[in-house]
């Protein structure tokens, strides 16, 4: 079992950035596949960045390739996600989440635990 508190969200004028971070608990932080996903109002919650257990792999979706990075430190059970170049549609509720296979993967069901969310919001 692994809890998940993410932090770093706040208001950010567009083309601003922030660093979300994901803290969890636990000794068993490497073992857990690591996800950023986000919701916006009104909208399905919707993929962002996954990473391997060791950091090698990421996947990032099409769409935030460029503007969004995720990276984790398995030394500080933390998971990152970088975000660049903010728009105000990216303005939603994200998530962090632990896969406890080794799959690096891109839908919500495959994920075992979620932390609360952290509310990011762009203004334009």
């Known amino acids: 079992h692994v809890q998940l508190v993410e932090s770093g969200g706040g208001l950010v004028q567009a083309g601003g950035s922030l660093r979300l971070s994901c803290a969890a608990s636990?000794?068993?932080?490497?073992?857990?596949?690591m996800g950023w996903f986000r919701q916006a109002p009104g909208k399905e919650r919707e993929f962002v960045a996954a990473?391997?257990?060791?950091?090698?792999?990421?996947y990032h979706t099409d769409s935030l390739k460029g503007r969004f990075a995720i990276s984790r430190d398995n030394a500080k059970n933390t998971v990152y996600l970088e975000m660049n170049s903010l728009k105000p549609e990216d303005t939603a509720v994200y998530y962090c989440?632990?896969?406890?296979?080794?799959?690096?993967?891109?839908?919500?069901?495959?994920?075992?635990?979620w932390g609360q969310g952290t509310q990011v919001t762009v203004s334009s």
């Open positions: 636990g000794r068993t932080f490497s073992s857990y596949v």
């Open positions: 989440a632990a896969d406890g296979s080794s799959l690096v993967r891109s839908t919500a069901v495959h994920y075992d635990y």
């Open positions: 990473i391997s257990r060791s950091g090698g792999v990421t």
